[in-house]
């Protein structure tokens, strides 16, 4: 077994045995992936990943090991295209874990006009994350996917579930416990000088139509994946 494959192997025993409780993924316009993840024992596990340089970084720090590989081989590459698409389902996987179905519920005031709208928002989105898959040669670099994935629960102790998605100028959080689902969206559209302050463009209460949501943000984060795997490998 190759050095690499030992690390990788360390990577996946934490996952297996070390419940997680945050988790994150970023991909800049720079080329370079990053993932961590917050266990139970208060530690943080990371690895990141640089397209340009193929260099591939880990950090697992209750084994006390860093290094940095160069990934000399086709083979290695695909071991990591692997590693990054198992973690991306990992974070699908936990939010399908949970029960969004609360048929017994009263909607929420305007919950079905905020179901769709934000369905309807998602439209152009989804268009432009498919049209990153481009790779003619006068694709423009400015359209590349620039990327943040952000799930688990945020402190240990909370009921509540996140799930945040950065992606061109939306940045979409999703908050839910058993009482129901939030959804807050930001549009970024003046990046350098937008303020956190201003009113969301959407921030609703799902309580009968949960699932619906998580349904429209699976089909977003499935777009992802495929323009993520095209962009990265």
């Excluded at 590989?69 to 949970?98: A, G, M, P, W, Y």
Aim: charge should be negative.
């Amino acid at each position: 077994m190759s050095k690499l494959d030992n690390y990788l192997s360390d990577w996946r025993a934490i996952e297996d045995n070390l419940p997680c409780v945050w988790s994150g993924l970023q991909l800049s316009t720079k080329n370079q992936i990053k993932f961590f993840k917050d266990s139970t024992n208060g530690k943080t596990y990371s690895f990141k990943y640089n397209l340009d340089e193929q260099t591939f970084h880990f950090d697992l720090a209750s084994l006390f090991k860093r290094k940095v590989f160069t990934l000399k081989s086709k083979i290695e590459q695909e071991k990591i295209q692997q590693l990054l698409l198992d973690c991306f389902d990992r974070s699908v996987e936990k939010l399908l874990n949970h029960n969004f179905i609360n048929e017994d519920k009263s909607p929420q005031p305007n919950e079905e006009k905020n179901l769709e709208w934000f369905k309807t928002s998602l439209v152009p989105l989804i268009s432009a994350v498919k049209s990153t898959d481009s790779k003619e040669d006068n694709f423009d670099e400015s359209h590349l996917l620039n990327l943040e994935l952000w799930s688990g629960k945020r402190e240990k102790e909370s009921d509540f579930y996140i799930l945040r998605i950065i992606v061109f100028n939306l940045d979409i959080l999703m908050n839910y416990n058993s009482e129901g689902l939030e959804l807050i969206i930001y549009d970024k559209k003046n990046k350098a000088n937008f303020d956190y302050q201003t009113d969301p463009s959407l921030q609703a209460t799902f309580q009968k139509y949960p699932y619906n949501v998580v349904k429209e943000l699976v089909s977003l984060l499935n777009s992802l994946k495929s323009a993520l795997i095209a962009q990265s490998f």
